[in-house]
């Protein structure tokens, strides 16, 4: 229901026609209709029902007052008294005529204005249909675990742009081995196999032997699944008391400030060990100097924490410079590259190589 006739193309004309729907003062019709044009149209009728809602509740009142105002003014040329002897004195088919009239403009104004906020907010997809076809092949893979996995693997691989920037060859130079540790459901793992299947000329990288290392038992087993037809390997354990194996490249995507502090120069130096030359490492954690862009980041950690049943989980966030100096510590050399000013959490991207 929530992908037919979807596409960044079709889903705005979904959302500006059911906002109009929504709008027309046919109460109790609403669904009918809203079945009726998404498949005169070929839209999403989910979507478009969806939409459809604006004249929910809590906005009904000031819907129906903006459509009997703008009814008035265009029939008049001229508003309606907001006092009871002004109101009591009008005939009800006159607010009748001022409905209908009324709400053709406001569900056209309104339905064009939310059609096209959606054209934006879907514009990035547009402009890279390639890694989107990509996220959204990655993202399958989790529809047969469950609905819930899949439609989070699916906004989260679009949506966050680490992934996007993590398998380009200008970061990850390729090679044989990548472990991914704290892999979480094997997102960045999913989107790397499906990388592996396009072309050699592509502009993904691609590593024939892949390797996931998560702490959670039901993350690494959902990963497993979703990934079990792809030759991956995913390990439940610590990567602090567990070996790393020899690799090329290593990913530490929001992990190490849930490492102590005294122990994240530790696992940096056994990430190294396990390096083969020319191999690379890339962190993202979070920026504090960011603001309330990092406010963000502390809340979305907390919450994570708190879902995962993980009451007492603390976070050993540091700044740029204080990770530089980590980094430094445990015999690498570095470069940043800062998260997009988009995006709304305060993130950045470290590429570390070993100093030997």
């Known amino acids: 229901m929530r992908t037919e006739h979807s596409s960044p193309a079709r889903d705005p004309l979904a959302v500006g026609v059911g906002v109009f729907i929504g709008c027309t003062p046919l109460f109790g019709l609403h669904l ?36 009997i105002q703008t009814g008035a003014w265009l029939r008049r040329g001229e508003f309606h008294a907001l006092s009871r002897e002004a109101l009591t004195a009008i005939e009800p088919w006159q607010f009748g005529l001022d409905l209908v009239l009324g709400s053709l403009v406001v569900g056209v104004v309104l339905g064009v204005t939310m059609a096209a906020l959606t054209h934006v907010t879907l514009r990035g997809r547009r402009a890279d249909p390639d890694f989107d076809a990509l996220a959204g092949r990655a993202a399958e893979r989790y529809a047969r ?3 819930t996995a899949w439609e989070f693997a699916s906004a989260k691989l679009r949506r966050d742009p680490i992934y996007r920037t993590a398998i380009g060859r200008d970061l990850l130079p390729g090679g044989d081995t990548l472990v991914d540790i704290g892999c979480g459901q094997g ?13 050699p000329s592509s502009r993904w990288t691609h590593y024939p032997t892949l390797i996931g290392v998560d702490t959670r038992p039901r993350v690494a087993d959902l990963a497993r699944e979703a990934l079990a037809d792809a030759g991956v390997t995913i390990l439940c354990a610590d990567a602090r008391t567990t070996a790393v194996p020899a690799c090329d490249a290593v990913l530490l995507f929001d992990v190490l400030h849930l490492v102590p502090r005294d122990a994240q120069v530790d696992l940096l130096v056994a990430v190294r060990s396990s390096l083969r030359p020319g191999g690379v490492v ?13 406010a963000l980041v502390r809340v979305g950690n907390r919450l994570k924490a708190l879902l995962g049943g993980r009451w007492r989980q603390t976070f ?9 100096e980590c980094f430094a510590r445990a015999g690498y050399r570095h470069e940043v590259f800062p998260g997009p000013a988009t995006h709304p959490f305060g993130n950045t991207l470290f590429r570390l190589r070993s100093d030997e």
């Not at 839209?43 to 906005?59: D, E, G």
């Not at 997102?187 to 072309?199: I, K, Q, S």
């Not at 050993?316 to 530089?324: C, G, K």
Request: hydrophobic share 55%; proline share 4%; glycine share 2%.
């Open 32 to 67: 009918a209709l809203s079945l009726a044009a998404a498949t005169l149209l070929r839209l999403n009728r989910l979507k478009v029902y969806l939409a459809a809602n604006i004249s929910n509740p809590l906005f009904l009142p000031f819907l129906l007052f903006a459509e």
């Open 145 to 147: 675990t469950s609905l």
């Open 187 to 199: 997102l960045t793992l999913a989107l790397l196999v499906e990388a592996g299947r396009v072309a």
């Open 282 to 294: 890339l962190v993202r954690e979070a920026d504090t100097t960011t603001g309330w862009r990092f």
């Open 316 to 324: 050993a966030f540091r700044s740029p410079d204080e990770w530089r």
